[in-house]
C-alpha cells in the first residue's frame, strides 16, 4: 500500500500539532500536493504559526480557509472548490481541564464536527476507495492504567473525561462510517505530544513559561501521574506513515514508550530550563505548588505501539532530552508568538480555572 494524495484538507491546521503537521508535509514528508488547512480560530489556533508556509506555498500548494467544522455547507463547499481526496482531522478542543469547566464545545466540535467532515467525505466520494479519511486521536479514550499494563488497539474504550468521551465518540462514529459506508479511514491514538507551538495550558509549556516568569508551578495532586511523552514530530511521521500505507479501517497507537511521573518530568525540565536561561534552579524549586487535584483526574497513560513499529516500521527520531531541548528553546526564543496568543481569552481563563482550586 502506498497510497499517493493532491490536496489534503488539514483540519486545525493552525493549532499545535496540526501546524507541526503542515510544516512536516512541506518539509521533511516531501508532499508535493495541496494543503488546504480549515481551522475555525480559536483561543488555541493562530495562523501566523504557518506564515512561513504562506509565504512560499500560499495560493499554490496551501490555502487557509477560516471556517467551523460544524458548518456542512462550509465543508462541502472546500470538497468541491478544491477536490479534496484525503482529510487529516486534527480539530478538535483538545484539553481536558476546559472540557471539565465547559463540555458543550467538546460534544459541539468533537462529535458533532467529526460526524460533519465524515458524512460530507461519505456523500462527495461516493464510494471511491482512492481517498481517506485519517482521524487523529488520543490514548484518553482507553482510560486509566494502574502500576502495570499498556494500551493496545484492542484494549476496551472507558473515556473518563469529557474531552476523552468526546474523543471516543468521534472514534466510534470514524469507524462507523467505514463499517457501515465503507468509507477508507484509518485512525491513531497518540499519547501527550510536546513541542513547538504547543498553547500553555498543557503541563509542559507552561511550566517553562511560569518558571521564566517567576510564577507559581501548579502540581496537581500528589504530582505521580503518569503519562507518556512523545515529541509533536515523531507523532506526525507516524500520522503521514499511516495515512500512506496503514491498512483502511485500522487503528494504530502512536507513543514515546517514554512514561514520566509529572514531578520528575517537572523536577528535569527545571533543570534544563535553569540551564537555558541562566537561574538558580533553586529558585524554581521554590515556585513548585502542590494544588488541588483534577476531579477524575486519570492516574496512568502508557502506550503499546508495537503493532506500528511492526506493521509499518515507524520509528521515533527524537530522544527525549532532545525533544525537550528543542521545546525549551522554542519558548525562550519566541516572546512574539506567546504574547500574541496571550492577547485572547488566555489569561481570563487561567485565573477562572485558578479561581477554583
Ligand atoms: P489544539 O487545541 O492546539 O488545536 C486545535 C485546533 O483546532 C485549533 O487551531 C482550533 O482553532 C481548531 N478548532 C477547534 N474547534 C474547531 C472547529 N469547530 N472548527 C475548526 N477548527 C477548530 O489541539 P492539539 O493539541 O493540536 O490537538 C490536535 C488533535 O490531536 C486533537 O484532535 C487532539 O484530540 C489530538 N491529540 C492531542 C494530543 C496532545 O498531546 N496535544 C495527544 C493525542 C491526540
Ligand atoms: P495536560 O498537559 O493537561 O495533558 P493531559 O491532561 O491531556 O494528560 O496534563 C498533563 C499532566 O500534568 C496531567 O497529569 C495533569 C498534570 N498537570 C499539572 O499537574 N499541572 C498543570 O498545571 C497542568 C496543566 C497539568
Not at 17 to 31: D, E, Q, R, S, V
Amino acid at each position: 500500500m502506498n497510497r499517493k494524495f493532491s490536496t489534503i484538507l488539514v483540519t486545525g491546521g493552525a493549532g499545535f500539532i496540526g501546524t507541526n503537521f503542515i510544516h512536516y508535509l512541506f518539509g521533511k514528508a516531501g508532499f508535493d500536493g495541496r494543503v488546504v488547512n480549515l481551522d475555525a480560530l480559536t483561543y488555541a489556533g493562530n495562523p501566523e504559526n504557518l506564515a512561513a508556509v504562506q509565504k512560499v506555498h500560499g495560493g499554490k500548494r496551501y490555502f487557509f480557509e477560516r471556517g467551523d467544522i460544524c458548518d456542512r455547507a462550509l465543508v462541502e463547499g472546500l470538497f468541491d472548490k478544491y477536490e479534496v481526496d484525503a482529510v487529516a482531522h486534527f480539530a478538535a478542543e483538545s484539553h481536558v481541564d476546559r472540557s471539565i469547566l465547559g463540555p458543550e464545545a467538546f460534544v459541539r466540535t468533537n462529535v458533532m464536527g467529526t460526524y460533519t467532515l465524515l458524512d460530507v467525505a461519505r456523500k462527495a466520494w461516493k464510494g471511491r476507495d482512492d481517498v481517506l479519511f485519517h482521524h487523529v486521536s488520543t490514548d484518553e479514550v482507553f482510560g486509566s492504567l494502574g502500576d502495570e499494563g499498556y494500551f493496545r488497539e484492542d484494549t476496551a474504550y472507558d473515556p473518563r473525561s469529557p474531552y476523552s468521551a468526546s474523543k471516543a465518540s468521534s472514534d466510534h462514529l470514524v469507524r462507523a462510517y467505514h463499517h457501515t459506508y465503507g468509507l477508507p479511514i484509518t485512525l491513531t491514538n497518540c499519547s501527550n505530544n510536546y513541542g513547538p507551538y504547543q498553547f500553555p495550558e498543557k503541563l509542559i509549556p507552561l511550566m517553562i513559561l511560569n518558571m521564566v516568569e517567576g510564577k507559581s508551578l501548579p502540581v496537581y495532586g500528589d504530582g505521580k501521574n503518569i503519562r507518556d511523552w512523545v515529541f509533536v514530530e515523531d507523532h506526525n511521521s507516524a500520522v503521514w506513515l499511516v495515512m500512506r500505507e496503514g491498512r483502511a479501517g485500522e487503528s494504530y497507537n502512536i507513543g514515546g514508550e517514554n512514561e514520566w511521573e509529572n514531578i520528575k518530568l517537572l523536577d528535569r525540565l527545571m533543570e534544563i530550563v535553569s540551564l537555558k536561561a541562566g537561574a538558580s534552579v533553586e529558585d524554581y524549586r521554590k515556585l513548585v505548588t502542590y494544588v488541588k487535584d483534577r476531579p477524575g483526574h486519570d492516574r496512568r497513560y502508557a502506550i503499546d505501539c508495537s503493532k506500528l513499529k511492526k506493521e509499518l516500521g515507524w520509528k521515533r527520531e527524537s530522544s527525549f532530552e532532545a525533544g525537550l531541548a528543542r521545546t525549551v528553546d522554542w519558548y525562550l526564543g519566541n516572546k512574539p508568538w506567546i504574547d500574541s496568543i496571550r492577547s485572547g481569552d488566555y489569561l481570563k481563563w487561567i485565573e477562572a480555572n485558578y479561581k477554583q482550586r
